[in-house]
């Protein structure tokens, strides 16, 4: 089975440029998040969709990012204008649909990430 | 808001030694999710713990989850090089089923 794939796998930009990266998740998997993680942090949540909607951005920056997942597979994520404190990695997940049992949720798998670096 | 402690930040230990990382959460936890990230690569998933008590064994790893479901802690017996890693603990909020990451332990094993 393919992994979830995220390109590009680095990306070097100067501030107040904009970026954009993809994300293609497992084949099935309804549900996809993207997460940044800074350098000794670990991940931190930016948006959740659940097929083609949204379940939580609430950490997402939405005055510079933006996130959309039009048919409900393959997804985009955007930054525009880019800020210094951006340079992290983004790590792309996907998990199957539907809860594995009760209180119990579904493992997240992670693609390799593209590394940011914003002069 | 919500945060999901882990200690200790780093460790060093001598191929064989034992290694425990312990997670807290300032809130109650319907579960929590044990990941390991290689340097350089992503996290991948390790174990879920759901029931308030819960010990889950995979060969030397060892995860405990809190009676009050609040903390958690993995234990490695006789560390290996091939444990080196950052490992992370990731709390589900009761209320939201919003996934909360630790800041993570980043294991080095001298051989």
């Known amino acids: 089975e393919a992994g979830v794939a995220q390109s590009p796998r680095y990306k070097i930009i100067e501030k107040r440029q904009s970026v954009a990266f993809w994300c293609n998740p497992i084949?099935?998997?309804?549900?996809l998040y993207w997460y940044q993680q800074i350098l000794g942090q670990g991940p931190k949540l930016l948006i959740q969709f659940q097929n083609n909607g949204v379940v939580d951005d609430s950490q997402l920056p939405k005055d510079r990012f933006s996130a959309e997942r039009l048919k409900g597979v393959d997804s985009t994520l955007k930054i525009q204008p880019a800020k210094l404190e951006d340079s992290a990695v983004y790590l792309c997940?996907?998990?199957?649909?539907?809860?594995?049992?009760?209180?119990?949720?579904?493992?997240?798998?992670f693609g390799p990430g593209t590394r940011l670096t914003v002069l | 808001g919500q945060q999901v402690m882990q200690i200790p930040q780093y460790q060093h230990v001598q191929e064989g030694e034992d290694f425990t990382t312990y997670c807290n959460s300032s809130?109650?936890?319907?579960?929590i999710q044990w990941y390991k990230q290689r340097p350089g690569g992503h996290p991948v998933f390790l174990i879920q713990?759901?029931?308030?008590?819960e010990v889950k064994k995979q060969k030397r790893l060892t995860f405990q989850f809190g009676e009050a479901k609040k903390n958690s802690s993995l234990h490695i017996t006789a560390t290996q090089t091939t444990d080196v890693g950052t490992y992370f603990c990731a709390g589900r909020r009761s209320n939201t089923g919003k996934l909360i990451f630790g800041q993570g332990t980043t294991l080095q094993v001298k051989p």
């Open positions: 713990l759901v029931k308030s008590g």
């Open positions: 084949s099935g998997h309804a549900t």
């Open positions: 809130t109650t936890l319907s579960n």
């Open positions: 997940a996907s998990s199957p649909p539907g809860l594995a049992a009760q209180g119990s949720y579904n493992e997240q798998f």
